[in-house]
């Protein structure tokens, strides 16, 4: 296998060639929401190349991997459970984790598996906290986001029951190329 190649999209460096790669997450692409933070996929999809439709073809096939920057007061997403196992890292700042109807409080270096099924989102509290997000892929994945009354206390439910991402999110802005987030100590 071969090293791939990095381009520069609007929102920072995505690999633009199969292969094996390395990039700081200060330099790769970053997209941001002003009602769910910061992200990083490390991949060249979605609206990380919006703006550079070319280079939307190297995605990861089979594990999914991002880097999210929650602000305080700010939900990861949606309450959702999947039917593909995921598993997150805190890997500084604190955060709460709604889970199955539970709150949990995670700080730097907590480690939360998801089984396939398990209902959760992540809360910012009090400074900018960084976690890593893997999840599986298959073709035969689903998502459902219930609605969830601890979840909406956050303005993390989804208004009605549904299994469809466009409706869950469709009260909200869309991803934007953005600059990465202040706050996380990128390089030391």
């Not at 989804?158 to 990128?186: K, M, R």
């Amino acid at each position: 296998m071969s090293e791939a190649s990095l381009a520069r999209a609007a929102s920072g460096l995505v690999p633009a060639s199969e292969g094996w790669f390395v990039v700081n997450a200060a330099d790769a692409a970053w997209v941001t929401n002003d009602a769910f933070g910061s992200r990083c996929s490390f991949e060249a999809n979605g609206p990380a190349v919006r703006e550079n439709p070319e280079l939307a073809q190297h995605t990861f096939p089979e594990l999914g991997f991002r880097l999210h920057v929650l602000e305080p007061g700010k939900p990861s997403g949606l309450y959702h459970a999947e039917s593909q196992q995921e598993d997150f890292l805190v890997l500084a700042g604190e955060c709460l984790l709604l889970v199955d109807g539970e709150e949990r409080r995670l700080r730097a270096w907590d480690f939360v598996h998801c089984p396939s099924g398990t209902e959760h989102v992540f809360v910012g509290t009090d400074s900018p906290c960084a976690i890593l997000m893997a999840g599986a892929r298959t073709e035969d994945g689903a998502i459902v986001y219930p609605v969830s009354e601890l979840a909406r206390t956050f303005g993390a439910s989804a208004d009605a029951e549904t299994d469809s991402p466009h409706q869950a999110y469709a009260p909200y802005q869309h991803w934007q190329p953005g600059p990465q987030p202040a706050g996380v100590p990128w390089r030391t």
